[in-house]
T-cell receptor, first 111, second 114 residues
Framework: GEDVEQSLFLSVREGDSSVINCTYTDSSSTYLYWYKQEPGAGLQLLTY?????DMKQDQRLTVLLNKKDKHLSLRIADTQTGDSAIYFC???????????FGKGTTLSVSS | EPEVTQTPSHQVTQMGQEVILRCVPISNHLYFYWYRQILGQKVEFLVSFYNNEISEKSEIFDDQFSVERPDGSNFTLKIRSTKLEDSAMYFCASSERRGFYEQYFGPGTRLTVT
């Protein structure tokens, strides 16, 4: 079935760049998403990328998509302590009715 | 900014009891979803709902689960006879369109079955 995989932990220093990686299996996914979950909170849509794009930049966030390798990454420039959270990669299923999530990458930012 | 709301934020129930989790989607959205996240696990899709019908459901969404849009604003998830393994965070989401869509999530209801 469709699956999304991501590394579980990433630790960076404040001011550094963070890169969170994700691979997915469903080549028909039209959109790929990054969600952020802060402790005790719900899922916040951070950004998404259309499958015919290679890159999308949104302020400190850069999303790179390698469709051939089914690899998605999220780069956070100038990482702040407030960026500490769990980041979920998600792909849309073939029917376009559901999101398939990875397990989430816990980003820890130290000052 | 419009948001999805969910009540209650935390529900504790005994095994075998029925629970209803409530959601108010964003008002102009037409597609509604339930997901769950067992502690430390992936967020898992349960069901999608459109035009008063289930569009798609996962293997998790068995006969113990049902969804309903009882009026123009609420969207509910009912678990008929709760089991210990139903303990999880349940997220409601809504989107304006299918296909191209941004699913906006509510803050979740933490269900604890004892």
């Amino acid at each position: 079935g469709e699956d999304v995989e991501q590394s579980l932990f990433l630790s960076v220093r404040e001011g550094d760049s963070s890169v969170i990686n994700c691979t997915y299996t469903d080549s028909s996914s039209t959109y790929l998403y990054w969600y952020k979950q802060e402790p005790g909170a719900g899922l916040q849509l951070l950004t998404y990328i259309f499958s015919n794009m290679d890159m999308k930049q949104d302020q400190r966030l850069t999303v790179l998509l390698n469709k051939k390798d089914k690899h998605l990454s999220l780069r956070i420039a100038d990482t702040q302590t407030g960026d500490s959270a769990i980041y979920f990669c998600a792909s849309g299923n073939q029917a376009g009715t559901a999101l398939i999530f990875g397990k989430g990458t816990t980003l820890s930012v130290s000052s | 900014e419009p948001e999805v709301t969910q009540t209650p934020s935390h529900q504790v129930t005994q095994m075998g009891q029925e629970v209803i989790l409530r959601c108010v989607p964003i008002s102009n959205h037409l597609y509604f979803y339930w997901y769950r996240q067992i502690l430390g696990q992936k967020v898992e899709f349960l069901v999608s709902f459109y035009n008063n019908e289930i569009s798609e459901k996962s293997e998790i969404f068995d006969d113990q689960f049902s969804v309903e849009r009882p009026d123009g604003s609420n969207f509910t998830l009912k678990i008929r006879s709760t089991k210990l393994e139903d303990s999880a965070m349940y997220f409601c989401a809504s989107s304006e369109r299918r296909g191209f869509y941004e699913q906006y999530f509510g803050p979740g209801t933490r269900l604890t079955v004892t």
